[in-house]
């Protein structure tokens, strides 16, 4: 079955730029969705399609997805950001249809 | 608005039953997939599984983790999508969320871009 690596965790101070990335093998060839949760919150769609924002999330949070690695890039780093990020993908190859990324705990210093 | 509420969940004994149910608002139901997503206590997000609309059939995919135990079924009339989880075993034992399952253009990738606040089902003797 497809699996996706995330950091188990990143760090970065307030106003700085964090990059949380989501590793698979030829992962640039499929489609990435990035998921928010904070603590005791269902989580929230953040990124779909690689690239694309949902309405009500902010411009700072983008992504990207190439060769082996997807990267979720959250600019100006706040205090709220500070959550768990998962990454997801559409694998038809397997039984796990929907193969998400273990979780990266984004802690904002 | 869209909102998903989930309710049925609980303490239940293994190898014993549960139904979960997930009542919709705020966009035509019957138009979406809808798919639940579980995760245990202090872990990851799983895959349990998703229907189709019945334009493409009503038909249901499942992980293998949960293949013959549990179905997913939809009543359109109510808005309600539902999770029956038979023959349950411990390691079932997760909050369950329900989501609304969307794709874009081609439909060659599926994301969940509305969730609920989900169900906790403790599996327990």
């Known amino acids: 079955s497809y699996v996706l690596t995330q950091p188990p965790s990143v760090s970065v101070a307030p106003g700085k730029t964090a990059r949380i990335t989501c590793g698979g093998n030829n992962i640039g060839s499929k489609s990435v969705h990035w998921y928010q949760q904070k603590p005791g919150q269902a989580p929230v769609l953040v990124i779909y399609y690689d690239s694309d924002r949902p309405s009500g999330i902010p411009e700072r949070f983008s992504g990207s997805n190439s060769g082996n690695t997807a990267t979720l890039t959250i600019s100006r780093v706040e205090a709220g950001d500070e959550a768990d990020y998962y990454c997801?993908?559409?694998?038809?190859?397997?039984?796990?249809?929907?193969?998400f990324g273990g979780g990266t705990k984004l802690t904002v210093l | 608005e869209v909102q998903l509420v989930e309710s049925g969940g609980g303490l239940v004994q293994p190898g014993r039953s549960l139904r979960l149910s997930c009542t919709a608002s705020?966009?035509?139901?019957?138009?979406?997939?809808m798919s639940w997503v579980r995760q245990a206590p202090g872990k990851g997000l799983e895959w349990v599984g998703f229907i189709r609309s019945k334009a493409y059939g009503g038909t249901t995919e499942y992980a293998a983790s949960v293949k013959g135990r549990f179905t997913i079924s939809r009543d359109d009339s109510k808005s309600i999508a539902y999770l029956q989880m038979n023959s349950l075993k411990t390691e079932d034992t997760a909050v369950y969320y329900c989501?609304?399952?969307?794709?874009?253009?081609?439909?060659?990738?599926?994301?969940?871009?509305?969730w609920g606040q989900g169900t906790l089902v403790t599996v327990s003797s």
């Open positions: 997801q993908v559409w694998d038809s190859s397997s039984d796990h249809r929907e193969v």
């Open positions: 989501t609304r399952y969307s794709c874009g253009g081609d439909c060659d990738s599926y994301y969940f871009d509305y």
């Open positions: 705020g966009f035509t139901f019957g138009d979406y997939a």
